[in-house]
């Protein structure tokens, strides 16, 4: 597919800290990539660039093969930021009214309402709305333009289970229409079932780049699980193959550098062991491991 965006090289530096470090990253479009990585990590200062926002010291910013300005003016690129101000005397309604007006070619806005979930609190002055609610508007005013390129920071912030799940149903209804999306996230969850790649930064740098499961293969190991009675984690961590255990409510984790010789030790220490199993590292343990301060170059 077409190229979405492009950043080729990019360094920015706020005095004497190097926020993001020669960092290149192409999306083609109708992907859907989570970006990654502890605070500190350059995300917010990547999503700038992009955005036009902040101009870097070196590289090159394309999106839809020109200046992020151009896309943003023509309307094919929009951006949900979490702490967005919104009118406190102003509805959604209005807001999305306002927005329409700027754009070519706007969605309607009985659609903007209902894809964004905020039908039956439209007429409603944001300052009576939940944080919830609030995430909703945002994303219903980027929705607005009906934008090619969707950027997302921290989407579902503040929204209950339910609104969660009714965010990401339309994202899934918004992506499948062949548009793009990236999105910043805490909830690493949501980036394991909705993203179809996961870019993870550390340093300003990229340290893994790729789906899912070949971010989580980066990092070798098993978990093995199993309900232990009468164990605790130092006598756990000190069989072979486990290289960490953690004991709570009466069921074990452990991490194995090799799970065939931990399930044999545990079976032989603790023969009444029960409820076993063994996973692959989830995406979770995957992101403390590459983004922990290890020496330069121990991870690459």
């Not at 971010?215 to 960490?244: K, M």
């Not at 545990?266 to 403390?288: K, M, N, Q, R, Y």
Request: aromatic content about 4%; proline content about 4%.
């Amino acid at each position: 597919m077409s190229e979405a965006f492009s950043l080729r090289g990019l360094t920015k530096r706020f005095g004497p800290v190097l926020a993001v470090d020669n960092l290149s990253v192409e999306v083609s479009g109708g992907e859907v990539v989570a970006l990654l990585g502890p605070n500190g990590a350059g995300k917010s200062t990547t999503v700038d660039m992009l955005l036009g926002l902040t101009r870097p010291d070196e590289g090159q910013v394309r999106v839809f093969g020109a200046e992020p300005r151009e896309a943003i003016d023509s309307g094919r690129i929009a951006a949900m930021v979490q702490n967005g101000f919104l009118l406190r005397d102003v509805t959604p309604a209005e807001l999305v009214g306002l927005l329409r007006s700027m754009h070519r070619k706007p969605l309607p806005a009985k659609e903007v309402f209902e894809r964004a979930g905020i039908t039956e609190f439209a007429n409603r002055r944001c300052g009576k709305l939940s944080g919830g609610e609030l995430q909703r508007v945002r994303y219903a005013l980027a929705l607005t333009g009906d934008p090619e390129l969707l950027v997302l920071d921290e989407p579902t912030a503040a929204m209950d289970v339910d609104g969660r799940r009714a965010f990401w149903a339309s994202m899934r209804e918004f992506s499948a229409s062949g548009r793009t999306v990236l999105f910043a996230t805490h909830y690493l969850a949501e980036a394991e079932d909705f993203a179809d790649r996961v870019v993870l930064m550390r340093h300003g740098r990229v340290v893994a780049d790729g789906p899912v499961a070949q971010v989580r293969a980066a990092v070798s190991g098993r978990v093995l699980r199993a309900v232990v009675p009468g164990a605790d984690e130092a006598t756990l961590a000190a069989l072979e193959g486990v290289t960490t255990a953690r004991v709570q409510g009466g069921r074990a984790e452990l991490a194995c550098a090799d799970s065939d010789l931990a399930i044999r030790a545990l079976l032989t220490a603790f023969p009444l062991a029960s409820d076993i199993e063994i996973t692959a590292v989830g995406l979770e343990e995957a992101f403390l491991a590459l983004t922990a301060d290890e020496p330069e170059g121990a991870l690459r």
